[in-house]
């Protein structure tokens, strides 16, 4: 279990983070969705003992990740945005410095080690250098690495930022494999699809704030299910409605051309912020 | 507490591995050009105390390699901190700043270790015997923990690795010309040795030649250099916080 605070980080005079107040009970698959710079990674950072915060309090799994950050770690496995694998070593060297990091074992290293790959499907390329492998199998390395220790919560920082769609929906489906399995999932993207796809609970963060938490089907419903897109003289207006019926009834009425098409998060962002996540 | 050091010692030795012959072979470049071009050019035209300048030379090469190798550490970290973010492995990894500093420490000081052992190979290459006996690895061990240990620190504390080469270029290069490595410290002026008598590198200069000569090394030399090592490591467990941002 994830419980937020008032947690707030100011780098200099600029507040990267402006109170957050968050719970996510223990199994679940939570998203933060948001533009870049509102603050999700810095969450991240912050409960992981990256990035010290500024103000508030976290805890994780009930141990204070000020006073007990040692314990919160062990808690915890963290798959970054960015690629931080050792490009010089092998993948099983890069997940064997992490099991060794958090105390493991050599049997039982070499058996998570073996297993973890397995579940990523990636235990044939255990001996490759990891700068011979692909982008979306390094992702791999980087989620399996972050399982090696057996960690009751996992963060994911945009865990399919720049793949394509097939190793996208790849990796979707380990996610889930994973949240089947018991684990906390804390996961930020400012992929639409994925927030929708994955996630039982979707924050919208925006500038630091959180601005609303539910359910994907909640945030839709609540805007309105079915969208038409049209042109007006001051450009694209999106109107929403409850039932197709009313959409079909409305777009009758359309001189101009219109898209009639079912509403997503990113227009509940937009009715709530005023802005697109993407 | 200190659980966890070892991993961060492989992974700095797996990395030796694999880059062991490029890494050999530019440890070896600075070396040989001194010997080349102060020692075996400059044959028997200076003498210290009875050994010829090539003698004289390769104990100050000693101590000088195990400080530049030990202190590169700070450049190794600098890279997985700032290009690849590999200390971000370490800084969510529940390992104490002791066990992240000493297996930090213990890798500078392996690789400067190399760096010596690739010295005395030039030395005996160029016709030269000295005595290395346990108190010169003594020395040079300490040597290179003093520059570990300041290597983490100031790896540690800059922002960019730019403010790396800066800090290697005030503090190192300087030290590594007159820390009695090229010539006697005791023919300069009072005020200067009792200058130089503060850099750790003239105390390990000392020690490693006169072990090297088959003379009594001074105790004191040994002693301030465990005192400066202690002193940096400390300093170094208490920079690793200041890397969060």
């Known amino acids: 279990m994830?419980?937020?605070?008032?947690?707030?980080?100011?780098?200099?005079?600029?507040?990267?983070?402006?109170?957050?107040?968050?719970?996510v009970p223990a199994g679940e698959l939570f998203a933060y969705l948001g533009p870049n710079g509102s603050g999700k990674t810095t969450t991240i950072r912050i409960l992981t003992g990256l990035t010290k915060l500024s103000q508030g309090r976290a805890t994780i799994n009930g141990f204070d990740i000020e006073r007990?950050?040692?314990?919160?770690?062990?808690?915890?496995?963290?798959?970054?945005?960015?690629?931080?694998?050792?490009?010089?070593?092998?993948?099983f060297e890069n997940l064997d410095i992490h099991a060794r990091l958090f105390g493991m074992k050599s049997a039982e290293r070499k058996r998570k080690i073996s297993?973890?790959?397995?579940?990523?499907?990636?235990?044939?390329?255990a001996d490759s250098l990891v700068k011979k492998l692909s982008g979306g199998m390094k992702r791999r390395v980087m989620i399996a690495r972050a399982l090696v220790h057996e960690p009751k919560v996992l963060f994911l920082d945009e865990p399919t930022v720049g793949l394509d769609a097939n190793i996208r929906r790849r990796i979707w489906s380990l996610i889930k494999k994973i949240q089947q399995h018991g684990a906390t999932i804390f996961l930020t993207t400012h992929y639409i699809e994925e927030a929708e796809f994955l996630a039982e609970r979707v924050a919208f963060l925006d500038e630091g704030r959180i601005v609303a938490i539910k359910s994907p089907q909640e945030f839709i419903s609540q805007a309105g299910v079915w969208a038409v897109d049209r042109m007006s003289d001051t450009g694209m207006i999106t109107e929403y409605f409850h039932s197709r019926e009313t959409a079909r009834e409305f777009t009758s009425s359309q001189k101009n051309g219109y898209t009639l098409r079912r509403t997503n998060l990113e227009d509940a962002f937009l009715l709530l912020t005023g802005k697109k996540v993407q | 507490m200190i659980h966890g050091w070892s991993?961060?010692?492989?992974?700095?030795?797996l990395i030796l591995k694999r880059r062991f012959k490029r890494q050999v072979?530019?440890?070896?470049?600075?070396?040989?050009?001194?010997?080349?071009?102060?020692?075996?050019?400059?044959?028997?035209?200076a003498r210290f105390?009875?050994?010829?300048?090539?003698?004289?030379?390769?104990?100050?090469?000693?101590?000088?390699t195990s400080m530049t190798q030990s202190f590169a550490i700070a450049t190794d970290i600098n890279v997985a901190r700032f290009y690849f973010c590999i200390f971000e492995?370490?800084?969510?990894?529940?390992?104490?700043?002791?066990?992240?500093?000493?297996?930090?420490?213990?890798?500078?000081v392996t690789r400067a270790m190399l760096g010596v052992a690739i010295i005395i190979t030039l030395a005996l290459l160029f016709g030269v015997t000295l005595n290395y006996g346990p108190l010169f690895w003594v020395a040079a061990i300490l040597n290179s923990f003093v520059f570990a240990a300041l290597g983490v620190t100031l790896a540690m504390l800059v922002k960019s690795h730019g403010d790396q080469s800066l800090l290697t270029n005030f503090i190192i290069t300087p030290m590594a010309f007159l820390g009695g490595t090229f010539f006697p410290v005791d023919?300069?002026?009072?005020?200067?040795?009792?200058?130089?008598?503060?850099?750790?590198l003239t105390h390990a200069s000392r020690a490693v030649r006169a072990v090297a000569f088959g003379q009594t090394p001074v105790l004191s030399d040994y002693i301030i250099l465990v005192l400066t090592g202690a002193g940096f490591f400390g300093i170094a467990l208490r920079s690793v916080n200041k890397a969060r941002d």
């Not at chain 1, 100011?10 to 957050?20: F, Q, S, V």
């Not at chain 1, 297993?115 to 390329?125: A, I, Q």
């Open chain 1, 2 to 23: 994830i419980q937020i605070e008032n947690l707030k980080k100011n780098y200099g005079t600029n507040a990267a983070l402006k109170g957050i107040d968050l719970t």
């Open chain 1, 68 to 91: 007990d950050p040692l314990e919160v770690k062990r808690q915890c496995g963290l798959a970054p945005q960015h690629t931080n694998l050792d490009s010089e070593l092998t993948v």
């Open chain 1, 115 to 125: 297993e973890t790959l397995t579940y990523v499907e990636l235990n044939r390329r």
């Open chain 2, 7 to 13: 991993a961060v010692y492989r992974r700095e030795m």
């Open chain 2, 25 to 45: 072979a530019s440890m070896a470049v600075s070396p040989l050009l001194y010997l080349l071009a102060f020692g075996y050019a400059m044959g028997d035209a």
């Open chain 2, 49 to 64: 105390d009875g050994h010829t300048y090539l003698e004289f030379l390769i104990p100050g090469l000693v101590a000088m």
């Open chain 2, 89 to 108: 492995e370490f800084q969510a990894a529940p390992i104490s700043h002791l066990a992240y500093v000493t297996g930090e420490v213990l890798a500078g």
């Open chain 2, 187 to 200: 023919r300069l002026p009072e005020w200067a040795q009792d200058t130089l008598f503060f850099l750790p």
